[in-house]
């Protein structure tokens, strides 16, 4: 695989304010981003994230999934993310309490 895994934060903005872009995704997108990097696990054959579109679990957001292991989460901060990222990409452990 290109990627061991492969986050995608949803950045979706609804006008009614709905959207995971409207409740702060994009600050979560970019810590992980961030942090992947600073521990020098960004890129081929490594880890990314990346934003994506709406992912059709608004109600349930902020919200991020995890391939291929196909593990959603929904986040409220960046310790959150960092958990995510932490637990689940770099011990294989799924985050319970996060998971959607």
């Known amino acids: ?9 949803c950045t ?3 006008e009614n304010g709905s959207g995971c872009g ?18 020098d696990l960004w890129g081929e054959g490594k880890y990314r994230a990346s ?5 059709g679990r ?6 991020c999934v995890v391939y291929p292991d196909g593990i959603w989460y929904s986040y409220v901060d ?3 993310v960092r958990e995510i990222i932490d637990s689940h990409l770099l011990q294989g452990n799924v985050v319970e309490r996060l998971k959607l």
Do not use: I
Request: hydrophobic share 35%; glycine share 6%.
């Open 1 to 9: 695989m290109f990627y061991q895994k492969h986050v995608f934060f």
């Open 78 to 80: 960046e310790d959150d």
């Open 58 to 63: 608004c109600k349930q957001g902020p919200l």
């Open 12 to 14: 979706n903005q609804k």
């Open 22 to 39: 409207n409740l702060a995704s994009d600050s979560g997108f970019a810590f992980a981003k961030l942090y992947l990097q600073s521990l």
């Open 51 to 55: 934003k994506s579109g709406c992912l």
